[in-house]
Structure formats: C-alpha cells, structure tokens
DNA sequence: GGAGACAGAGTGCGCGTGCAACTACCAGCG
DNA sequence: CGCTGGTAGTTGCACGCGCACTCTGTCTCC
C-alpha cells in the first residue's frame, strides 16, 4: 500500500464518520422537533435561516442551498409552511421571475419555542457521540472550529 | 450573552457546517454512483460494510446501523440487493429470528468496479469544500482525524 | 426590437424512507 | 409448562424527495 492508498482510506474513514454522526443527530432532532413542534429538520431549518436573516428576505434559491434541498422540494416546503401561517412569499418588485420569502409573527414564535429543544437535544446527540470511540474525534473537533462570526 | 450561551451558538453552527459537507458530498456521490454504476450511497454503503467484514457475514441489524436507516428500510434494501443478485440472505442457525447477508462475487465485482468513482468523487467534493470559506476548516479536520485501524 | 440563451420557480411522477402494527422467536420465572 | 417481556425482521401506509419537464421573465447580441 502506497501513500497514496492511504489517503483514500482516510479520506473514506472520514466520510463514514461524518455520515455517522450526521445521522445520529439528525435523527435526534427529527424526532424531537416533530414530536414537540410538529416540525420536520429541514422545516427547522428554513424557519432558523430566515430569522438569521433578521428583517430581511431570501430567495427560493438561497433557501435550497441553505437547506440542502433541491428546486422542488423547496417550492413545496415553503408552500407547507406558507399554508401553515408560518411565513408568506412576497413577489420581488425589480426582478418578477424571483420570489421572496420572510418569517411570519406565527413562525418567529414557533422558531422560538422550538429553538430551546433544537439546542438541547443538538446537545445530547453530540455529548452521546462524543461517547462513542469512533465518533470522539469528530465531535471534538467540531466544538474547536472556528466560530465564523 | 453568557458563556454558555455561546456554546449554544457554537454548537449550532458546527451542526450546520456538518451538515452542509455533509450534503455536498452526498449529493455528489448519489449522482456519480448512480449514472455510472446504478447505486445509491445507502446502497454502495451497504455492499462497502459487508466486504468490510471480509468473508463474515452481517446481520440486518448491524446493517441497519452501518447504514444509519430503519428496520424497514433495510429490509427493503437488501431486498433490492439480493433481487440483482448482489447479496444473499442466510438463514442464522442458532437465533432463528436472525438473518445474516453475505455478499456474493457479483457484488463484490460491482464494489470493486464502484470503488475508484466513489474515492474519485469523494476527492473531488472534499477538495471543491475546501474551497469553501466555510467548510473548509471541517475539511481540515476531517483530515486531521485520527485513522483508527 | 426581435431571437435565442439562460435563470427562477412550479408540476407530474416514481421511488425510497420512517412509523406503526404484526409475526416469529428467544429467555426468564412462577 | 404456559406466560410475559423483549428482540429480529417484515409489511401497510402516507409522505417528502429528486429528476425531468414546463412556464414565465430577464439579459444579450445582432
């Protein structure tokens, strides 16, 4: 085995750990912002990077890349959530094909009770992989990271 | 704001930076494995865990937490698997709720052929978030981490 | 100013997923 | 023995996702 070589397993050992961990939290959260906020991870998500945007609006595009997603699904997140009172699209005046979006009294104030359990279960997901061996590292890792402010 | 407080927020944004390579790099995978090679990142990772145990066999159990996914959704994709000859389901002797899955040399053809466009592309989406302002510190420590053989 | 290229958003469709309910099975205990 | 609690795997069902396509609107170049 060359140099080489060895940088490709590490490369794929850290791609299996970051899924791991992925999944694990993602869980988490999934079952704990649905069962206690009847909301989904993604719909987190788009509410918490709407109301980063303080004030301001975002695109449908910028929505997708913020939350991973594709066209599509974006159309029809934003629409369930839009029926569901949580924020309302606004039609952008200089450019008609782009369509903004912006939080709602209602969605701030779910964000709000939902943000608490958001942060405490994120908490125990990452204090249970920092338990297990494997995972250790990266979580430990992930709490040194820079704080891009 | 307190000093607990910003360990919330540091916490929140290690969460989102996860999550955003984690996206990428899926994204990446899913669509290169699936053109070139008609698999899945669930299902590449499947056929990757099992030749990992290198002549032992998996229960679906394991399988399931090896590929972070339900029960269910495992049954159904070693279902897929085996139906394209990929794997075969043996019956445990001793536990008989138990089913081991073993892959076949068709399926270890296949993995191997997958290999190269998995590392390849894993290379390239890990390099492409270097590259990102953001992730490239995660990046960074990805491959810092400590290779446990 | 009209034609073509391109970008943002929405729609039809097939598919994989998780949850809940169910069956088959093992282990312990009266 | 039968009974109970718990585990392994499977199935019915509803739902969210990505892909391919369409539509509308913008930009550019001649």
Redesign the pocket.
């Known amino acids: 085995m060359g140099i080489g070589d060895d940088a490709v397993e590490i490369r794929a050992q850290g791609w299996r750990t970051l899924a791991a961990l992925h999944g694990l939290i993602e869980?988490a959260l999934?079952?704990a912002l649905q069962t206690e906020h009847d909301l989904?991870v993604?719909e987190y998500t788009v509410l918490d990077a709407l109301s980063r945007q303080d004030g301001w609006h975002m695109?449908?595009?910028q929505l997708?890349r913020a939350a991973?997603?594709?066209?599509?699904?974006?159309?029809?997140?934003?629409?369930?959530l839009e029926e569901r009172g949580l924020l309302t699209?606004i039609l952008?005046a200089d450019?008609?094909?782009?369509?903004?979006t912006e939080l709602t009294p209602a969605g701030s104030e779910l964000l709000a009770r939902a943000r608490p359990t958001h942060d405490r279960v994120l908490a125990d997901a990452l204090a249970e992989g920092g338990r297990t061996p494997e995972l250790a590292p990266l979580v430990d890792a992930l709490h040194r990271l820079p704080a891009a402010h």
């Open positions: 869980t999934e079952r989904s993604v695109r449908m595009r997708a991973a997603l594709s066209g599509s699904a974006t159309t029809r997140l934003v629409t369930r699209r952008c450019d008609r094909r782009g369509i903004y």
